[in-house]
């Protein structure tokens, strides 16, 4: 069965740079949600959007934004990047039209900033 | 986070049965999830349970939630090596958000 695909797989900024991540979700689902976890720690949740529009927002920085496009697939930008970034990004896709609730998480990118 | 609690570490030896445990907060929880974390990889979904049952059984998963002391274990029978992992629980309230809200993780180590 298809999941969820992430990339890159592993990235390494600098200080102050930007960097852009990419999540296409399963097929046919119409939500995908955004989770930081840093080492050692849980998946703190970043942000949502179902078919499109934002639909719940977590303890994202101001410095990120992300949207989701036509196709589903969904984009977290990153800018002025810290130290304390550096941390695996996951992102989860569902199908909340279908009433499939539960989540789906990809394999995460490692983001790493030096 | 702070409203699901888990212990940090569990080590069995191989064949034995592992228990992990965890403790939520919030009384309005409506689904509770067990996901599995291998090294350098997502979280898996094992399994979950609808917080109007008290056990809900997967080949060789075992949940068991007391919802009245907000108590949920996930029990493995037979482990093996490859049950090597962290195991996060996780809670999700009925106000209407689809955000669950994830333990700190039990990372459960089996050997030989």
């Known amino acids: 069965a298809a999941g969820v695909i992430q990339s890159p797989r592993h990235l390494i900024k600098e200080k102050r740079e930007t960097a852009t991540l990419k999540c296409y979700p399963i097929?046919?689902?119409?939500?995908v949600y955004w989770y930081q976890q840093g080492p050692g720690q849980d998946p703190q949740f970043l942000i949502s959007?179902?078919?499109?529009?934002?639909?719940d927002k977590g303890s994202i920085p101001d410095r990120f934004s992300a949207q989701q496009f036509s196709d589903y697939h969904s984009e977290l930008n990153m800018s002025s990047l810290e130290l304390g970034d550096s941390a695996l990004y996951f992102c989860?896709?569902?199908?909340?039209?279908?009433?499939?609730?539960?989540?789906?998480f990809g394999p995460g990118t490692r983001l790493t900033v030096t | 986070g702070e409203d699901v609690e888990q212990s940090l570490f569990l080590s069995v030896r191989e064949g034995d049965s592992s228990v992990i445990n965890c403790t939520y907060t919030d009384s309005s929880s409506t689904y509770l999830y067990w996901y599995k974390q291998e090294p350098g990889a997502g979280l898996q979904l094992l399994t979950y349970i609808f917080s109007n049952m008290d056990m809900k059984q997967d080949q060789r998963l075992t949940v068991l939630l007391n919802k009245k002391d907000k108590h949920l274990s996930l029990r493995i029978a037979d482990t093996q090596t490859g049950d090597s992992a962290i195991y996060f629980c996780?809670?999700?309230?009925?106000?209407?958000?689809?955000?669950?809200?994830f333990g700190r993780g039990t990372s459960l180590i089996v050997h030989p």
């Open positions: 989860a896709s569902s199908q909340l039209a279908g009433s499939d609730y539960e989540q789906y």
């Open positions: 996780a809670e999700r309230g009925a106000g209407g958000s689809y955000i669950p809200t």
């Open positions: 959007f179902y078919e499109k529009m934002q639909s």
């Open positions: 097929p046919r689902h119409d939500t």
